[in-house]
C-alpha cells in the first residue's frame, strides 16, 4: 500500500526537487523562476483550471457540500491559528505566522495531488475548490495581515475587485459557464488546450521548488516550524476527524485531506512583503511546511486507506 501511494504522489514532490536541484546547478535562475511563475498564474493555471472544468460533468466537479465544508475547514484553520498564537507569538510576527500556517498551497501543490491520485476526478473537482477558495483565502489573509501590520491597510472592496480579476477565478468561473451552458470548442482549440494544460503543473511545481532555500532557516526556525506543523499536521488531523463525523468518505475525504494538508502557498511571501511583515518567517514556513508535508501527506493517506476511509 504504501508503494502503491507513493508512486501516485511521489512525482509531484520529485517535480520540487528537480526544481530546488536545477536552482542549485544554476540550471535555472530567479528570473526564469519569475517569468515561469507569471505564466503560470496568467496563463497555465487557468487553462488548467478552464479545462479540466469545462470538460467535467457539471453534476461532478461543482459539489456544494464538498466546497462548503471546504471553506468552513478553511474559516476554523485560519481562527484556531489565530487564537493559538495570540499568546505563543510576538505581535510582531502574529500576521504571518497565521497567514502561513492556515494559507495552503491548494491551486498547484494540492491540485497536482488530487490530479495524481484522483485523475480526472481530482482534476476538475480540485479545479472548482481551488478557484473557488481564492476568494476565502485572500480575504482571510487581509484581515490578520491588516491587524497586525502598521503600513498594510487594505480595503476588503479592493480586495473584492482584485480577486474578481484573479485568472484562476475568471477560468474556473467560465469553465463552470461552458459546461452548464453545454458549449462545445472546435477540436484545435481543445488539443491546444491539452498543450497547456500538460506543460502547467510541470512548471508551476518546478518554479516552487527552485525557490526553495534552505538558507532561509537561519532565523526563526522556531515559529517557523510551530506554523509549519499547525499547516501540514495539526489542523489537517482535526478538519478531517470532523469530516469523517459530518460523513464524509471515499474520494472526497480523500480531495479534503490532500487541500487541508498541502504546504503553505508561496503567495503568502509576497502577501508578507506587501504587508511589511516578517518576510523570513514566511519564507521559512514555505519550506518547512513543504518539507515536513512530504512525511504527512504520504502518512496520511496510508492511515485513512487503512482505517478503509477512502
Not at 468552513?72 to 499568546?87: D, E, K, P, V
Not at 505563543?88 to 497567514?99: C, F, I
Not at 488530487?114 to 480575504?139: C, H, K, P, T
Request: aromatic share 10%; hydrophobic share 55%.
Amino acid at each position: 500500500m504504501f508503494n502503491q501511494i507513493f508512486t501516485v504522489i511521489g512525482p509531484v514532490f520529485a517535480m520540487l526537487v528537480i526544481g530546488s536541484v536545477l536552482k542549485r546547478i544554476r540550471l535555472i535562475d530567479d528570473d526564469f523562476i519569475a517569468t515561469a511563475s507569471n505564466l503560470s498564474f496568467r496563463l497555465f493555471m487557468p487553462a488548467l483550471l478552464f479545462f479540466s472544468v469545462f470538460k467535467a460533468d457539471l453534476g461532478t466537479a461543482f459539489q456544494p457540500r464538498l466546497i462548503g465544508f471546504f471553506y468552513f475547514a478553511t474559516t476554523l484553520s485560519f481562527a484556531i491559528a489565530w487564537l493559538w498564537s495570540l499568546r505563543r507569538v510576538p505581535r510582531r510576527h502574529r500576521g504571518v505566522y497565521v497567514q502561513g500556517a492556515f494559507r495552503g498551497n491548494c491551486g498547484v501543490v494540492g491540485l497536482a495531488l488530487a490530479a495524481s491520485y484522483y485523475g480526472d476526478y481530482g482534476l476538475s473537482v480540485g479545479g472548482v475548490m481551488a478557484g473557488m477558495g481564492v476568494f476565502l483565502v485572500n480575504i482571510l489573509s487581509v484581515i490578520i495581515l491588516s491587524t497586525y501590520s502598521q503600513t498594510f491597510d487594505a480595503k476588503i472592496l479592493s480586495v473584492i475587485k482584485s480577486i474578481a480579476r484573479n485568472p484562476l477565478v475568471i477560468a474556473v468561473i467560465t469553465g463552470l459557464i461552458g459546461s452548464l451552458l453545454g458549449l462545445t470548442l472546435p477540436e484545435w482549440v481543445m488539443i491546444s488546450g491539452d498543450y497547456l494544460v500538460s506543460l502547467t503543473l510541470p512548471l508551476a511545481l518546478i518554479s516552487i521548488g527552485g525557490s526553495l532555500s534552505l538558507h532561509t532557516l537561519r532565523e526563526g526556525a522556531g515559529l517557523a516550524l510551530s506554523a509549519s506543523l499547525m499547516k501540514v499536521l495539526v489542523t489537517p488531523v482535526l478538519l478531517v476527524l470532523l469530516a469523517i463525523a459530518l460523513g464524509f468518505s471515499g474520494r472526497d475525504l480523500g480531495m479534503l485531506f490532500l487541500f487541508l494538508a498541502s504546504p503553505t502557498a508561496a503567495v503568502s511571501y509576497v502577501m508578507a512583503r506587501a504587508a511589511n511583515g516578517d518576510e523570513k518567517l514566511a519564507a521559512n514556513i514555505i519550506v518547512i511546511s513543504t518539507l515536513i508535508s512530504v512525511v504527512t501527506v504520504l502518512t496520511g493517506l496510508v492511515a485513512l486507506t487503512t482505517w478503509g476511509k477512502i
